[in-house]
Each structure stands twice: as C-alpha cells, then as structure tokens.
C-alpha cells in the first residue's frame, strides 16, 4: 500500500468513521429500515425510527459490562467485538507512554487455560478472524466465526480478559517486538510527520505523543514488567469495556452466555487523571526532516472539538471537511487535476473523547510550490468563513454522509468496524442517530461559523515535512 494511502486508512479505520462501497440499492433498502432499541435487560420496544437501520439490543452486568447485539444481514457469521475504552490517551504517567498498545501485545499471550499457543489452536480451528488495535481513545479485540461458535468465543474471550497471565521473559520479547515496530513504522514520512506534528502541538494533554508513544519510553519497556500488570488491573476491568455483537445472533442466548463466563468479573477500573490541554494563542511553524527521499509534505493541523454527536459544530466541520477539501472540491481541482501541483490533498476530522487536530495536509510535487499550496489552502478557509455553502451543495454533502456510512453495513464485520468507533468514545451506539440527526440540522451559517471557530491560524500547528536525500 502506498505510503500516503497507509497513513490516510490508519486515521479512517481507528476513528471507524469512513464507510466502504455497496451497491446503492442496498443502502436505499437499509434506509426503510426500522431499529428497534432496547434497554439493559431486554426493555420494551421503542417502535421510533432510527437513522441506522438494524436492531439494537444492550444488557448491563452488575458489575459494569456492557453487551450490545446488533442484528445485521450476515447468515450465519458473527463478529464479535471487546472494546475497551483505554488508549494512548490514558497513559498520563512520565516514561510511560505506548504502553496501551503495547499491551495489546500482550494480550495474545493467554493464560494459564488457554496460553497463547493453544488459544491460536483455537482460533484456528473455528476457522475464524481474530486482530485487534489500538489509538488514542480505543483498545479493540475482534474476532469473525460461525455463529454455533458464539460459546467457545465467549469462553476464550471472558478468559483471557480476567485471567491473562504472562511471565517477565514473554514481556520483554515482546517489548523488543514493539521496538521493532516502531522502527519500522518511523521509516515512513507519514509516521514521522504525525510523531512530530503531536509533539508539537500539544503542550500538556496526552494527545502529545502518538499511539506507538515516544521511543524513548518504547526502548524502556523491558523494564516495565511490574508497570504492565498494574496497567491491566487498572484498565482492563468490566466497567471499562462494551463488548459488542454484530451479525447472526440472537441477543437472548448472547446475553445468557455474556452473563456465564464475565459475570464473576470483578470491577475496578481507575480513571486517569488527563491533564487538559491549555489555550493555544499562537500559529506553531515545524521543519522536519526526514532521511531519506520523499516528496515534501504540507500538513496543517488545527485544534479542533472532541466528539460529542449533539454538538452542531462538530457535525458542521465534518461538511467543511468535505466541502472544501473532499475529493469532489474545487481545492482539490485546482490543485491536484488543474494546476497540478499536489500529489494529493486530503484531510481528516477525527472522532475523539478530547480535542484532537483537525488535519489537512498535501504532498506537494516541488519543493517551491509549498508555499503557492499553503495560500491556496488559506484562500479556501477563508472563503468558508466570508461566503455561506450553497444549499444544494450542503444538501449534497449531507447525502454523501448518509450514503457513506449506510453502503458499510452489508456484513456484520464491516458493520461492527463502522460502530467501534461510536461506542469507544461514548460506550454506546445510540450516537449513531445523534450525530447523524445533528448533520441533517446544520445550515450554511453553521458551516461558516465552524470554519471560523476551528480554522484559526492561532488554533494550528504548520508543519513541512523534507527529505535530506
């Protein structure tokens, strides 16, 4: 995969907020469908249409965790789901920073009932998709089976999640295997750009360091070991996890099942204490200098809004996003089709639980025409801000939203993908139909008034990043 496409599906897949391609005719019929919504337990029937179009059911343990089925067109196959909401986002202590995903690593090693080797026989066996990954805001655990498997994936997954068990020997090889990664991934330009747009950014919040952490404290992880089992007492605890169903499954016997093998789950998640990020007040200017051959790159990132799906603003910037820098904009004519100029131009309003960046960056084919696409991009934002979006583009962009989060529901992976993200940052999917009822509200004005709240040069952090080869 090319470098830039890597860098643009890691941001759209952790933030599981992009769609994937479907005839259109499925979404038309998925739109005539009415969710059916339940409270913990099984509550009754709400009979009030929804945006999105499957049935949703939830049950709460008493010790805190939470189960969501969705019922969505996947005869026979299930995925499944263990969402925890702890990221890099939570690691607030000095030195300690990539240790969320590195214990996703850690994870795979199993316990003393099914250590790693026997629960990958498993997996293997059922003939299932098991991965997981990590961001800022989010840990997930996800396997695809046969749905007569439900049983045993239920029984593998409760285990692990109390009962993970590792020694320091296994800690440390993998430590070294994370280190690896991370030399790996800094040799792409996009990888360096973001480590060092993050460090400059931000001041105090733990949205400083990216997901894979400074690599200082990566090359220290071997002698974390005492560290990684206090991280997973505090962290990986009932209250702290939704566990989400999507596909051929019947919620009750789910629910019997969830309540068997986690019901004993002890709870005590502890929260972090997450030091809010101050006040920019003035532009931040970066060079980066990558070692190697690379076209240069442009990336403008702005100090945005955390995700909250009733936030008319929030929904708005997600519009402008596309308006102005989506692949149909006129921006993106003049620089990329027209003038060519650009490589690429792309940008991302991302989901997350605090202020995140809003980013919109290009790789920009001469090295003297950075500047010349930097004004282009400045001239755009600043026509957002003057002149009000027509209403037909609005509408337009509106249907495009819809569109493309409803032409990523035709299997239950896809589906459960499309929904992480939601339930990561607010535990649940109802927001969903919050947000997208939000955008279906926004009008011009709205658009122009974000486009002046987030697009301030005191609220962004310019960065171009060169190689030295």
């Known amino acids: 995969m090319h470098v830039r496409e890597q860098f643009v599906h890691r941001r759209r897949l952790r933030d599981s907020l992009r769609g994937y391609r479907l005839i259109v005719f499925v979404a038309t019929a998925f739109l005539a469908v009415t969710s059916t919504a339940f409270a913990a337990d099984g509550a009754k029937q709400t009979g009030e249409k929804k945006f999105f ?17 969705v019922n969505a067109p996947s005869p026979g196959l299930i995925t499944y789901f263990s969402v925890v909401r702890t990221g890099s986002r939570d690691e607030v202590e000095p030195g300690k920073s990539g240790f969320a ?54 029984e593998i997954e409760s285990d692990r999640f109390q009962n993970l068990s590792y020694e320091k020997p296994a800690f440390q090889t993998e430590a070294g ?51 990684s089992l206090s991280f997973f ?15 051929d499954a019947n919620a009750e016997k789910t629910f019997a099942l969830i309540k068997k093998y986690y019901g004993a789950w002890k709870p005590g998640y502890e929260t972090p204490k997450i030091t809010p990020e101050p006040e920019q007040k ?14 240069p790159i442009l990336c403008l990132a702005y100090k945005g809004a955390a995700f909250d799906p009733t936030n008319r603003l929030y929904a708005a910037s997600l519009l402008l996003d596309e308006l102005a820098f989506g692949s149909t904009s006129e921006l993106q004519k003049k620089l990329v089709l027209r003038d060519q100029k650009a ?6 309003v991302p989901m997350h639980r605090d202020m995140p960046l809003f980013f919109i960056y290009s ?15 400045d001239a755009t934002i600043a026509k957002f801000q003057k002149e009000l979006v027509s209403p037909e583009l609005l509408e337009k962009a509106k249907r495009g939203k819809r569109y493309g989060f409803l032409m990523g529901l035709d299997s239950a992976e896809k589906t459960a993908n499309a929904l992480v993200g939601f339930v990561a940052m607010t535990g649940d999917v109802k927001a969903v139909d919050q947000l997208y009822e939000s955008i279906q509200q926004v009008t011009p004005e709205d658009v122009r008034e974000a486009a002046k709240t987030y697009y301030q040069p005191t609220r962004r952090t310019v960065t171009v990043l060169k190689g030295v080869q």
């Open 177 to 227: 295997a994370v280190y690896g990664e991370y030399r790996k991934g800094i040799s792409n330009p996009f990888m360096l750009l973001e480590e060092k747009v993050a460090d400059c950014a931000f001041d105090k919040h733990t949205y400083k360091h990216t997901t894979m952490g400074f690599e200082a404290d990566i090359k220290a992880m071997p002698q974390a070991y005492d560290y």
């Open 282 to 295: 003035a532009e931040r200017q970066l060079e980066v200098k990558y070692p190697g051959k690379t076209l």
């Open 343 to 348: 490589e690429f131009l792309a940008s991302d």
């Open 101 to 154: 995903h590195f214990f996703e690593h850690m994870m795979f090693r199993g316990t003393k009932t099914y250590p790693g080797p026997e629960y990958d026989r498993i997996v293997t066996n059922l003939g299932a998709h098991s991965n997981a990954f990590t961001s800022d805001d989010v840990t997930a655990y996800h396997m695809t089976f046969a749905k007569d498997d439900l049983e045993k994936v239920v």
């Open 233 to 247: 007492k505090r962290f990986y605890r009932p209250e702290n996890v939704v566990i989400l169903v999507v596909g």
């Open 363 to 377: 790789m920009v084919k001469d090295e003297k025409d950075v500047d010349g696409v930097k004004g282009e991009i």
């Open 53 to 69: 179009p499957y049935s949703v059911q939830e049950m709460t343990l008493p010790n805190g965790l939470k189960t969501i089925v």
